[in-house]
C-alpha cells in the first residue's frame, strides 16, 4: 500500500490547512489510518487516528480541539483539518496505515507516506 499525503505548505500562526492522504489500488476504509508528525531534532510523535468505520478517532493532547481527522469513502482519503495552528505545530507530517489497530505505537504501523511539510510562522 503505497501512501501520499498532500496539502502541507506555509502558514501563519491561527491559520488553517488540510492535509489529505490518499493511496490508489487499495481500499483506505480497509486500514487504521494515523497522522504523525516529526519536529526536527524530535521523535516522530502521534497526532491522530481513524477507525476503518470512522466511529473510531483519537487525537493527541496537543491537537485536540484544533485538529480533525475525517475520511472520505468517495475520494478513498483521509483528511486531517488543522486549525489554530501554532509554530509549534511546526514539522513533517506523515500518514501511516495498518490493517490492525494499533492506536498510537508508529512502530506497528505497516505502511508510511513519505511526508509533507507544515511550517507555521509566528
Known amino acids: 500500500v503505497q501512501l501520499q499525503e498532500s496539502g502541507g505548505g506555509l502558514v501563519q500562526a491561527g491559520g488553517s490547512l488540510r492535509l489529505s492522504c490518499a493511496t490508489s489500488?487499495?481500499?483506505?476504509?480497509?486500514?487504521?489510518v494515523g497522522w504523525f508528525r516529526q519536529a526536527p531534532g524530535k521523535l516522530r510523535e502521534f497526532v491522530a487516528l481513524?477507525?476503518?468505520?470512522?466511529?473510531?478517532?483519537y487525537y493527541s493532547d496537543s491537537v485536540k480541539g484544533r485538529f480533525t481527522i475525517s475520511r472520505d469513502y468517495a475520494k478513498n482519503m483521509v483528511l486531517l483539518q488543522m486549525n489554530t495552528l501554532k509554530p509549534e505545530d511546526t514539522a513533517i507530517y506523515y500518514c501511516a496505515a495498518n490493517a490492525d489497530p494499533v492506536l498510537r505505537t508508529a512502530a506497528l504501523y505497516r505502511f508510511w507516506g513519505q511526508g509533507t511539510q507544515v511550517t507555521v510562522s509566528s
Open positions: 489500488g487499495h481500499s483506505l476504509s480497509s486500514y487504521y
Open positions: 481513524i477507525s476503518r468505520s470512522g466511529s473510531g478517532i
